[in-house]
């Protein structure tokens, strides 16, 4: 069974400083892979995406991604860090069975401190 | 272009009492799917349609909900008698060949 694995529940970052959000996978198969973003009270919002080619992918908002296969991860990355990156980030893997329903990971908050 | 409509936002319910969850999908896309997030944990998946069929509901409760979208109208999530434990967020999300989802701002359910 495919699944997501978010290490960190929370992280804290100055503002200015990299941003890294990990995620591994499980997957028997090629993964498509997503970064997801949630603002509070509000929905989601993919930044990025993998399925398949080049494996460094950037999104939206200055983040991008890695897919690393060796080391099944797929983490999240930003130079910098904004005071509005504050959110909570979910890294999903899409089944491959077809269905293309997505299993998330249990979520990382971003705090980002003046 | 709209995105994907959920409403209410924000819903109370008493325990016992239906819930009624609608979403409309972006123009166009003919698959829904709806996730729901209880406080502190991720997305879980719940059920996935297409126009007037029921794909794979392999996340839904065995009891009290159920989930249609049909052919003229949006897609409903429905609650029947619901306890304390149904509060959580709800989301749709649509698609247009089961690829890429599009996410709805959410229902948040409580119940009191």
Redesign the interface.
Known sequence: AQSVTQLGSHVSVSEGALVLLRCNYSSSVPP?LFW?VQYP??????LL?YTTGATLVKGINGFEAEFKKSETSFHLTKPSAHMSDAAEY?CAV?ENK??????????TTLQVKP | NAGVMQNPRHLVRRRGQEARLRCSPVKGHSHVYWYRQLPEEGLKFMVYLQKENIIDESGMPKERFSAEFPKEGPSILRIQQVVRGDSAAYFCASSPQGFEAFFGQGTRLTVV
Do not use: D, S
């Not at chain 1, 077809?98 to 990971?105: E, P, Q, S």
């Open positions: 498509y997801y009270n509000q929905g989601l919002q993919l995406k979910f899409r077809g269905t293309g329903k997505l299993i998330f990971g249990q979520g």
